[in-house]
């Protein structure tokens, strides 16, 4: 089993910035891929980034978001700048113990608010 555990959102106005974090724990070697996922009230569920044997991001936040792993510390980042209102979201780390990020992701954390404001 993993747990992951996420912190960092909060509320912020658009233009800022916020950085997330996720401190996986547990059976680590299942997070051989660890991604960033955000739901939006109506919404369905949105792979934001992802970091494995590649780093994808999805179009909407290329060139705002930034995802980054310290293996040492067990941690994944996800630095969001030039936030806008659709940002706002709950936000979620997921991991996988597959390499490519293909599949689903089997381990998820309990989510933090990040909501942005004019």
């Known amino acids: 089993q993993v747990q992951l555990a996420e912190s960092g959102g909060g509320s912020v106005q658009a233009g800022g910035s916020l950085r997330l974090s996720c401190v996986a724990s547990?059976?680590?070697?299942?997070?051989?891929?660890m991604g960033w996922f955000r739901q939006a009230p109506g919404k369905e569920r949105e792979r934001v980034a992802s970091?494995?044997?590649?780093?994808t991001y999805a179009d909407s936040v290329k060139g705002r978001f930034t995802i980054s792993r310290d293996n040492a510390k067990l941690t994944l980042y996800l630095q969001m700048n030039s936030l806008t209102l659709e940002d706002t979201a709950m936000y979620y780390c997921?991991?996988?113990?597959?390499?490519?990020?293909?599949?689903?992701?089997?381990?998820w954390g309990q989510g933090t608010q990040v909501t942005v404001s004019s």
């Open positions: 547990g059976y680590t070697r299942s997070t051989s891929c």
């Open positions: 997921a991991a996988t113990s597959n390499w490519w990020c293909a599949g689903g992701f089997n381990y």
């Open positions: 970091s494995g044997a590649i780093t």
